[in-house]
Nanobody, 115 residues
Framework: QVHLVESGGGLVQAGGSLRLSCVAS????????MGWYRQVPGKQREWVAE???????NYADSVKGRFTISREIAENTVYLQTNSLAPEDTAVYYC?????????WGKGTLVTVSS
C-alpha cells in the first residue's frame, strides 16, 4: 500500500525558507513521477512541482526560481526546498504520486508565511 508522509511545514516570515519532506513507502521515488501540490482553503489544489523518474524537474511559473524539488533515492524521500517565501505561498502542501492509475496523496504539511 502506498503511503506518503509530509513534514517540514511551519510559520516563517516573508523572505524565509523551509524544506519540506515527503517520505514514501509502497512506491519508489525513482520509478514514478513525484509531485508537490498546494491548497488554500476554499481554492482548488494547485500543482507546484514534479520530479520525473529520470531526475528532471518541472515547476509552476509562480514558484520557478524560488522552489527546488529533489529526492534522496536511498531514503525514498522527495524534498521541496522553498526559498524567498511570500504570503501568497501560504497553503497546505501535499505530496503526490500516481501509481497504476491511482492517485495517492499525503495528509499535507501547513506552510504559513507572515508579512
Amino acid at each position: 500500500q502506498v503511503h506518503l508522509v509530509e513534514s517540514g511545514g511551519g510559520l516563517v516570515q516573508a523572505g524565509g525558507s523551509l524544506r519540506l519532506s515527503c517520505v514514501a513507502s509502497g512506491t519508489s521515488t525513482r520509478s514514478y513521477v513525484m509531485g508537490w501540490y498546494r491548497q488554500v482553503p476554499g481554492k482548488q489544489r494547485e500543482w507546484v512541482a514534479e520530479m520525473q523518474p529520470g531526475g528532471s524537474a518541472n515547476y509552476a511559473d509562480s514558484v520557478k526560481g524560488r522552489f527546488t524539488i529533489s529526492r534522496e533515492i536511498a531514503e525514498n524521500t522527495v524534498y521541496l526546498q522553498t526559498n524567498s517565501l511570500a504570503p501568497e505561498d501560504t497553503a497546505v502542501y501535499y505530496c503526490n504520486v500516481i501509481q497504476w492509475g491511482v492517485n495517492y496523496w499525503g495528509k499535507g504539511t501547513l506552510v504559513t508565511v507572515s508579512s
